[in-house]
């Protein structure tokens, strides 16, 4: 196809409109084009990454295939595209800090003053060519997170000047602004888009394209109005009004022709509509589903479902896999830890322990183990939610008093769970634990090698504490078998209760690698218990 183009995003007015969302959904449909696409997210914090984040600053961390930890909008990529993300689709103002100070600490600038320009500029036009020249793609699609006009938006807003200098004719830049409906005037107002766009042309740069974020449709009037003020054709003002769930947003812009505007503003062929046939059933499948469960998540990050963005989504991808809308009813561990079970499990068809760090919360994640385990409720335990299962199941069915988490209470008598032996010697935090994909071995003839259909896969990983083989075989004879197993450093990956009609613990973060196009197998069968679960219910109720 030739050289790579560069599209990118950049937002406005406020923060939260969903560049992410637009990104992914034009990377859809130039993928259904047939054109080779790659998404990037630039975010302009000093971390070197998410992994040190706290959930309620920046919501998931999400982990890719070679152990980076990076921003949730990775998850939305990989969710769409159904391709899977590296540590190069996500780059912090701390990692291009951090290149350029060990540059100059080897001397590679041979005695220059190192500024913010050229040096931090040319590292990050580095950094998002660097994509290209990996993949030899078509596209390569890059969000600059934040809003034109922060401070630390700076360096890469120039960058984009920059590129687009040098590059000519092979890139474009699409900025998302919002225009806010005045209920008291009844009326949509442009003035903050045109202020947002003044911004970027202080800055040097001139949008291509303006996506305009909106509760109400734009009439043609509003689209004529921005497209004068903001120096922009308007064809090419699109419009992106709230919809029912993410996954309308390829269809929509698709309508708005979003992706034909990137074409013809790049000089690339507009041959064929985009092959779109499996999102649309995926989508009517999704919004008529045949019957609904319940499913109770628990966690302590509850409030603030970005935490756990990845399995929310998950559910929505098995859900519609099994023909149904999975409810998620999202119960805090504290509540339970300091108001007991109560009903808060009342209708539930199945119990989802959440991943997470540190101990608050831990001993009501550990009582809702112990309903789902002795009610019979399909269970599914996620990294801290299978070692919880550990611990319950220590104390409660081996009678291991005061079994624990070396996390936890590091002078337990009986720690179950143990760091590996690797971590012990790591002081430092960000980038040290199990990261990103490890083998795991399945056992035939268990509840797992039936989910998965075959003995070998590969999961994805974000942790430093593990099962502690000392306690294996008194688990194994007691009936929650090791039914996974990491084979390289014999690490328990996956447990299972046999006495359960569906009772799963994984080490790993199965939600990662859920798609629209691939559901995840444990999710999908997980759901699938649920729906049992309901029906059995039925009946002896009815």
Known sequence: MGKTKYIFVTGGVTSSLGKGIISASLAKLLLARGYKVAIQKLDPYINIDPGTLNPYEHGECYVTEDGAETDLDLGHYERFSNTPT????????????????????????????VQVIPHITDEIKYRIKLLANKGNY??????IGGTVGDIESLPYIEAVRQMRWE???????????????LAAAQELKTKPTQHSVKTMLEQGVQPDIIVCRT????????????????NVEVSSVIESIDAETIYDVPLLMLEEKLDVEVLRKLNMPIES?????????????????????????????????????????????????????????????????????????????????????????????????????????????ICLGMQCAVIEFGRNVLGLEKANSTEFNNKTPHPVIDMMEDQKK?????????????????????????????????????????????????????????????TRGHLVEIVELTSHPWFVGVQFHPEYKSTVANPHPLFVSFVKAAIDHSTEKKEVGG
């Open 86 to 113: 590296s540590q190069e689709n996500n780059v912090t103002t701390g990692k291009i800090y951090q290149a350029v100070i060990d540059k100059e600490r080897r001397g590679d600038y041979l005695g220059s003053t």
């Open 138 to 143: 078509d596209f390569v699609i890059t969000e």
């Open 167 to 181: 590059m000519l004719h092979s890139s474009v830049v699409i900025h998302l602004t919002l225009v806010p409906y």
């Open 215 to 230: 509760e109400h449709p734009l009439n043609q009037t509003l689209k004529n109005k921005i497209a004068l003020f903001c």
């Open 273 to 381: 509509e985009p092959k779109l046939e499996k999102w649309k059933e995926f989508l009517r499948k999704y919004k008529n589903p045949s019957r609904d469960v319940t499913i109770g998540l628990v966690g302590k990050y509850v409030e603030l479902k970005d935490a756990y963005k990845s399995i929310i989504e998950s559910f929505i991808h098995a859900g519609t896999s099994n023909d149904c809308r999975v409810n998620l009813k999202l119960i805090h561990s504290e509540e339970i830890e300091e108001h007991g079970i109560g009903d808060r499990f009342t209708g539930i068809d199945g119990v989802l322990v959440a991943p997470g760090f540190g101990g608050r919360g831990i001993e009501g994640k550990i009582m809702a183990i112990n309903y789902a385990r002795t009610q019979g409720i399909p269970f599914l335990g």
């Open 426 to 486: 790591i002081s430092g935090m960000g980038g040290t634990m199990r990261l990103g994909s490890y083998e795991c071995s399945i056992a035939p003839g268990t509840l797992a090698y039936k989910i998965y259909g075959k003995e070998e896969i590969t999961e994805r990983h974000r942790h430093r504490y593990e099962f502690n083989n000392k306690y294996l075989e008194e688990y194994q004879k007691a009936g929650l078998i090791q039914s996974g197993i990491n």
